[in-house]
């Protein structure tokens, strides 16, 4: 067989990268006359590039408007490149493949050009380079870093429709296609071109010098990645603590400390190359590949057909969950928390300078159509934080006999006993296009439960607590006997009797009440079984003999990707993890304490929900490379 090696020169702006030119022997076969050597270029930038801002034709992408980051350099080093050229049927639309070549060059910081060599076999492109112009018209596909099965799938590649090729992940904590100087980048955009005859080819493109040029190929990582910036200590307090108010008072009640964040349904599986759905919110119609994401152009990832039938409520949950890691079906004390790199972004992004914000970690493509967007397919992150209690100095003052909610909680905490919060969803107070918010009011133990119930008679909490005694639920007794009506749980203080003072009182009370937790069927998280009192249990950890107790509590982030500024609506691609963009996530509001450990979340709830616990600012940034070009 002949061989036919193609010189492609050009430009790939990633980086400042170099590497060295590893040109193949010609074919030692019967016939060395038809042997065209080739050799890709890589033309290196004097600084860093910037990216385009429109697509081919003039429009602007639906990209967020915090602006461009150019990346680390080894998100943007290439050490290796497979190239795919294909035909594509007029009628049908249909990609089938022609040829391809491979190179491995390494490459080094030393030089300003870097040359890779190809090489093509002349019998594939005997076929392609027929014909009159129109017939020898092809569709260059670049896979920068190719994965080991990326690298595998495309040697064995010979025929057929290849562009539909997916990527599964066998495990969500290692990324194989994100890996330092190893990120995986493919097409951003089509690019064709018309290749000569092939016996030109062979006359004119023979040597290094003579290498036919195939243009500008334009590629974008395949991975996400999510950044977040931490809050500095303020106030005598620690890092990443935000203060909770008590809702009645106003007053403080103590501070949750963040330390810890957790992926959930990070996607198994997503396309090699990005497949993009016209104005269709289920993504019914028939899809393309490649081309940046419009306002009326939405990105595609793989089971569409499943991820539909569960938004419609036709597909349960444990029909979907297996395209997924870290279900968020599982209860939050079972995730695993990672904090924050200690390597900072790029400072010279576009959207602003001088940011704190820190690399966390990267991840998989996952998009949904408009009514999948739901807690058990949207990727998200899971917060840690530890509920603590205050400094007496940050307290506040109450009246004289008045109960400071601070004081409460501290004593609480120091009990090491499980404490108790009471949850309501309230409406939005004057704003009719906000959705209700969750309200929680720390209580304390389970006496302080009581004790709040005594003195606030004509609260939901009082009415709660008592129905829940009623029901056994709940247990008071009263100097061993077992109360069951209002008046019994809650007697009168009188002069002259046993129970003259509350201190007294107190002192022989006993209340009982459940640790465990449950959700509604809506996803809310409000134990309904337990008369939405929610039980915080504190961790138990012995380091050198001595007990420390944590009481963890959670918070969910449902990642967003084109925020439509409506609480009450999802709107297409609201909730997204997209190939190429950076995530940079900013505790903004903290409102209340978080869900406790062991309840567990809807997973068919819908993303836009009335349980905002805090608020998260997301800025979507573009990697600078999704733009690059490799000149070919």
Known sequence: MKSLNLLLAGALTLGLWSCSSDEPAP????????????????????????????????????HSDNGNEVGKDYENNVNAIYVVLAKRDA??????????????SVMNQAASKATFTIQFQSQELEDVAKGDAAEREVYVFTYCNPTVGLKTYLDNLTSGDFVDETYTLSDGDNLPFALKNQFLMTNALLHKVTIDEYKNLIKNNNTVATAFPLGTVKVERVASRFDFEEKPEANGLPKNAYTIDDNASGLPVGYVEFTGMSLFNEAKEFYFLPRMAAADEDWTTTTDICGYE????YVVSPNYSLKNQFGAGTLDYDGIKGN?????????????YTWVTTEDDNDDWTGASGTSYKIWRYASENTLPLAAQKYGVTTGVLFRAEMKSLPSNLWGTVEAGGVNP???????INSHETIYAYTQVEEAQGNTTQKPVQVTTMLGTAKQVWQYAYTHKQSDIRTKFVAGVAAGVFKVTINGENKTTEDEIFPALVAGTDFDTMDKLLAAVKVTMPTGNLTNTDGAYIPSTNYNFVAYTPEKTTVDGVDT?????????????????????DGIMEFATVRNNIYKLKLSKVTGFGQPGDVTVDPGHEDETPEVYFQVSALVLDWVVRVNDIEL
């Open 27 to 62: 074919n030692k076969g019967d016939d060395t006359k038809g042997d065209v050597f080739a050799t890709l270029t890589l033309q290196l930038p004097n600084g860093r590039s910037v990216t385009d801002t429109t697509d081919d034709n003039g429009d602007y992408p639906a």
């Open 549 to 569: 107790y944590h009481y963890y509590n959670y918070y969910y982030y449902f990642n967003r990707h084109n925020d439509n500024d409506d609480d009450q609506e």
């Open 324 to 336: 997924y890691f870290f279900n968020i079906g599982a209860k939050p004390q079972d995730y695993t």
């Open 406 to 412: 601070a004081e409460t909680f501290a004593a609480a």
């Open 294 to 297: 419009l306002v009326d152009k």
């Open 91 to 104: 009628s049908t639309g249909a990609f089938t493949y022609a040829a391809k070549s491979y190179s491995s």
